[in-house]
T-cell receptor, first 113, second 116 residues
């Protein structure tokens, strides 16, 4: 248990569905991240939030919409996804200064059908 | 932009033996952090070890140690007395020290198998 919790663990959705992934951390961190992990590909950084402000969007398609209402919660809203969006989505959090390693959640395994 | 390269996709080690996983990186910064993360089949990414670039001494954590060569931009992980539970994917990661850029850049990872 790393202190970062992701729900749901598994999600199957159709291409016309709308769903949301949730991430919660109780570590007092001030930065949160979404990563995408596909088979045979490196971890891809999607979004970065520092103090609730989005500081990075790595050319992510608009069908992925992040939301960070406070420093402890991060959402990824999904709509009209494609089968190639099927992957493991990992949330992480860290401090911006001091001990800077990131702590990861267990991920959401997303399958788009 | 920073890049992290792990050129070995897979490695295998006999239980109780020692294995070294390689990683190189490229950056124009002089102060940064390097990490090794482990991802077992349960998918949870777990920090194995961290190294601050300004420290010359190599980091160690029990059976895990690194060989940090700053001039060569090399950061290898040595696992001693390998155990079956060490089987996992291992990722090398880089992060700038300055708070303005907090993101981690990962290598492609290496799959380590441990033979009983």
């Amino acid at each position: 248990e790393t202190g970062v919790t992701q729900t749901p663990r598994h999600l199957v959705m159709g291409m016309t569905n709308k769903k949301s992934l949730k991430c919660e951390q109780h570590l007092g961190h001030n930065a949160m991240y979404w990563y995408k992990q596909s088979a045979k590909k490196p971890l891809e950084l999607m979004f970065v939030y520092n103090f609730k402000e989005q500081t990075e969007n790595n050319s992510v398609p608009s069908r992925f919409s992040p939301e960070c209402p406070n420093s402890s919660h991060l959402f990824l809203h999904l709509h009209t996804l494609q089968p190639e969006d099927s992957a493991l989505y990992l949330c992480a959090s860290s401090q911006l200064t001091g001990r800077t390693e990131a702590f990861f959640g267990q991920g959401t395994r997303l399958t788009v059908v | 932009a920073q890049t992290v390269t792990q050129s070995q996709p897979e490695m295998s080690v006999q239980e109780a033996e020692t294995v070294t996983l390689s990683c190189t990186y490229d950056t124009s910064e002089s102060d940064y952090y390097l990490f090794w993360y482990k991802q077992p089949p349960s998918r949870q990414m777990i920090l194995v070890i961290r190294q601050e670039a300004y420290k010359q001494q190599n980091a160690t954590e029990n059976r895990f140690s690194v060989n940090f060569q700053k001039a060569a931009k090399s950061f290898s992980l040595k696992i001693s007395d390998s155990q079956l539970g060490d089987a996992a994917m291992y990722f090398c990661a880089y992060r700038d020290r300055t708070g303005a850029n907090s993101k981690l850049t990962f290598g492609k990872g290496i799959t380590l198998s441990v033979r009983p």
